[in-house]
């Protein structure tokens, strides 16, 4: 059985940063690509960031580039969105989720057959 | 970015009736070499995330009830539920995967009339 936990999430002030991971389980983990999806209230679903099977492509929604920084640890069965110059509006829900099906090890599709339960990030002073 | 809309935002529906959920992308995400249209359908929950329903349009996701079924081409897609269930209370999310950044619709709550 599949499984993604996200952790990491917390309250930190403006300007500031947070590392989020989320351990995969259940799979091969190195043969699908993974995502961070966030969710808000007023935004609904966005799409941050993406990393490849491989890990040596990384792909992100324009919201997210600049400060946010995807990274995986095949070994490890880890992804990461490092996320630096927080902002009142980067407070969401944040979802790992993993790509349905393997594309090859550079691409990725985007749509999720799995999702962890998330992890609450609140940026506020 | 390729704009999402769904239609309604909310609907009530008798239980075992028919509940149809409309997406319309802002432009075509069909494929034409390949022929697939890349669109996705998710159910969430309160409390929990997103679960796949149906991708490339049409496909099933393993497990879900046949109930559920999708179809459309091109910029016009729906999301049938042929026979609604107590279970199926939920807000029900379409998705384009066709170009990143990959984008979701705002979300159409469906409730029991």
């Known amino acids: 059985e599949v499984q993604l936990l996200e952790s990491g999430g917390a309250l930190v002030q403006p300007g500031g940063s947070l590392r989020l991971s989320c351990a995969a389980s259940g799979f091969t983990f190195g043969r699908y690509a993974m995502s961070w999806v966030r969710q808000t209230p007023q935004r609904g679903l966005e799409w941050l960031a993406a990393?490849?099977?491989?890990?040596?492509?990384?792909y992100y929604a324009n919201s997210a580039k600049g400060r946010f920084t995807i990274s995986r640890d095949i070994p490890k069965n880890t992804v990461f969105l490092q996320m630096t110059s927080l902002r009142s509006e980067d407070t969401a829900i944040y979802y790992c989720?993993?790509?349905?099906?393997?594309?090859?090890?550079?691409?990725?599709?985007?749509?999720?057959?799995?999702w962890g339960p998330g992890t609450l990030v609140s940026v506020s002073s | 970015d390729i704009v999402m809309t769904q239609s309604p935002d909310s609907l009530a529906v008798s239980l075992g009736e028919r509940a149809t959920i409309n997406c319309k992308s802002s432009q075509s995400i069909l494929y034409t070499s390949n022929k697939r249209n890349y669109f996705a359908w998710y159910q969430q929950k309160p409390g929990q995330p997103p679960k796949l329903l149906i991708y490339w349009a049409s496909t099933r996701e393993s497990g879900v009830p046949d109930r559920f079924s999708g179809s459309g081409s091109g910029t016009d897609f729906t999301l049938t539920i042929s026979s609604l269930q107590a279970e199926d209370v939920a807000v029900y999310y379409c998705q384009q995967y066709y170009t990143s950044p990959g984008t979701f619709g705002q979300g159409t709550k469906v409730e029991i009339k």
């Open positions: 990393v490849s099977g491989s890990g040596n492509s990384t």
């Open positions: 989720a993993k790509d349905r099906a393997p594309l090859d090890n550079e691409n990725f599709y985007g749509y999720f057959d799995s």
